[in-house]
């Protein structure tokens, strides 16, 4: 009989930030989903090879590894040892009659003059995407011996949500999204098998080695070797004094302040094309003022010059932008201290650059692009402060420029090595800072497309949604009409960290974010007089 088996957790998931937070999604469907169906599917992927870590139990190996983390994957999925702990719930009312889902922003709405708003507070609704005796932390995860995965499934006369929880030390959002787990969850329930891709470092620590690869390669005898990478930012270093003092005023602010309020926003898509051009306008002629310094030449000079400046045209994201823009509203309370350091953190999905060296190439026509299914991002940072960050423009030049060339294989590296010579180990973390900084941190899960998650083959029943509400069963896709995300720990305060949830069918941006209590009532105010 086969034995079940034992993979130790990968030194970046085992990270004390991700071990103590647990990461709900909620996605909201007009449609009424058949929960065995959506449960038989899930089962069905998780028992796949590779994918089988999903659902394993967490615990401490106590005998070899010091009390390490582990998975525990079982020899069989069975009802023993289930793949997922799965939940449903049932109310025999529509959605607008039920005092929980009534308050979900209605993807018809009209905007208030075009402009970014307030639309809710997520945490009422978590019970929807979460059953009341989930568990809450990893002590009870490990205790209770339940599955990583934790499916509730919620059914209404109209529409269903459906609620993803686990431990985010099993993965992140990119393993999550699209291309990841709910990706290939779609693909099964669609008969797609074939379809879903084959699983790399599922129980190997890859990313082990990604501190080492910044060392200088010999080149023979004879031959110097390469000189050591540089860090970009080593500058910013801070000394163990400085990083206590870092510490102790986060500490303070937190006991100063205790309660959090965390709220989501919506961004209507015309409003970020408009804030971009304006952002690309105000480079360009920044960059145009910058260029007239160099004085006046012939005409063959200056068409030279022209054909430069279009080579060097600036250029940013819609996510750069977001980051800059929403970056002046986190710290819209300081607004009073324009010379205090700010450090906006940007977490970064490594999956692209480490292919073909950590992870796999990417792959040929016609193959499967493997998914590494655990925790792959860093965060970089830039450094500026309060008033710096009320220009836009500069700001979201500096977010780009940053992902640019900090974002290399080389710079990542050699950031791992100097930050996190042990992921594990807390204590052995620099950082890179100011003792006196405000930091805000920014997840973009735009590219995990949660949006785009399709479960139409589940539909039961066109139900009493409203007609051209979204297509049914064989009529075309049905997708999300709204995505929240939740971050729950007992330990890491979540204030200040905002996400990206991503875009909607529309084109409107949403956004999550968590401050403390008494700061969104002047965001409100700020947004309602936005101008682009």
């Known amino acids: 009989m086969a034995a079940e088996k034992i993979i130790p957790l990968h030194e970046y998931d085992s990270m004390p930030f991700l071990t103590g937070l647990v990461l709900t999604l909620l996605l909201k469907y007009d449609r009424v989903l058949d929960p065995d169906v959506l449960r038989d599917a899930?089962?069905?992927?998780?028992?796949r090879e590779g994918w089988r870590k999903l659902g394993s139990r967490l615990k401490r190996d106590m005998q070899k590894a010091k009390g390490n983390l582990v998975y525990h994957v079982p020899a069989k999925f069975d009802e023993s040892n289930p793949a997922?702990?799965?939940s449903h719930v049932h109310y025999d009312t529509t959605m607008a009659d039920h005092p929980l889902a009534r308050q979900f922003p209605s993807p018809k709405s009209s905007h208030l003059k075009g402009l970014p708003s307030v639309v809710l507070a997520p945490a009422p609704i978590i019970p929807l995407?979460?059953?009341a005796d989930a568990p809450r932390t990893m002590a009870e995860l490990i205790a209770r011996g339940l599955p990583q995965l934790q499916l509730h499934v919620v059914t209404f006369r109209d529409g269903t949500t459906v609620g993803i929880s686990f431990l985010h030390s099993l993965l992140d959002g990119m393993g999550l999204g699209a291309s990841g787990l709910l990706g290939a969850w779609s693909l099964v329930l669609h008969g797609k098998e074939d379809e879903v891709p084959p699983v790399c470092g599922d129980d190997q620590d890859v990313l082990a080695g990604l501190r080492k690869l910044h060392?200088?390669?010999p080149t023979g005898e004879g031959k110097p070797a390469a000189a050591p990478?540089?860090?970009k930012h080593a500058r910013y270093l801070m000394g163990s004094l400085d990083v206590l003092k870092f510490i102790l005023r986060r500490?303070?602010?937190?006991l100063r302040y205790r309660e959090e309020e965390m709220r989501v926003v919506r961004v209507p898509g015309a409003f970020v094309t408009r804030l971009r051009e304006a952002v690309l306008e105000r480079l360009a002629t920044t960059a145009m003022a910058g260029d007239s310094h160099d004085g006046a030449g012939d005409r063959s000079s200056l068409e030279g010059e022209a054909t430069v400046a279009a080579e060097k045209k600036p250029w940013v994201s819609e996510g750069d932008v977001l980051v800059a823009w929403w970056s002046r509203y986190a710290t819209l309370h300081l607004a009073n201290k324009p010379d205090k350091p700010v450090i906006v953190?940007?977490?970064y999905n490594m999956r692209k650059m480490l292919a073909g060296t950590l992870l796999p190439a990417p792959p040929g026509d016609g193959e499967r692009a493997p998914v590494y299914l655990a925790n792959c991002a860093t965060g970089l940072n830039v450094f500026t402060t309060v008033g710096g960050i009320a220009e836009t423009a500069a700001t979201a030049a500096e977010v780009r420029r940053t992902l640019v060339e900090l974002g290399t294989l080389d710079q990542l590296a050699v950031m791992q090595a100097t930050v996190l010579p042990d992921p594990r180990k807390l204590w052995k973390m620099r950082m890179a800072g100011l003792p006196d900084a405000h930091m805000c941190i920014f997840t973009n899960w735009s590219q995990a497309s949660f949006y785009q998650i399709d479960l139409s083959p589940a539909v039961v029943a066109r139900g009493e949604q409203q007609a051209g509400d979204g297509e049914g069963q064989g009529q075309g896709q049905v997708l999300p009409s709204f995505v929240a995300c939740k971050m729950d720990s007992k330990v890491w305060p979540q204030r200040d960290q905002f996400v990206i949830i991503g875009k909607d069918g529309q084109g409107d941006y949403w956004i999550s974010g968590t401050l403390?209590?008494?700061?969104?009532a002047k965001i409100e105010e700020e947004l309602g007089q936005e101008k682009v």
């Open 516 to 520: 403390r209590k008494g700061l969104w």
């Open 345 to 347: 953190t940007n977490a």
């Open 129 to 131: 995407a979460r059953r």
């Open 229 to 231: 990478v540089e860090w």
């Open 84 to 86: 997922i702990a799965f």
């Open 42 to 47: 899930m089962i069905k992927l998780i028992d």
């Open 251 to 254: 500490t303070w602010d937190i």
């Open 215 to 217: 060392r200088p390669t």
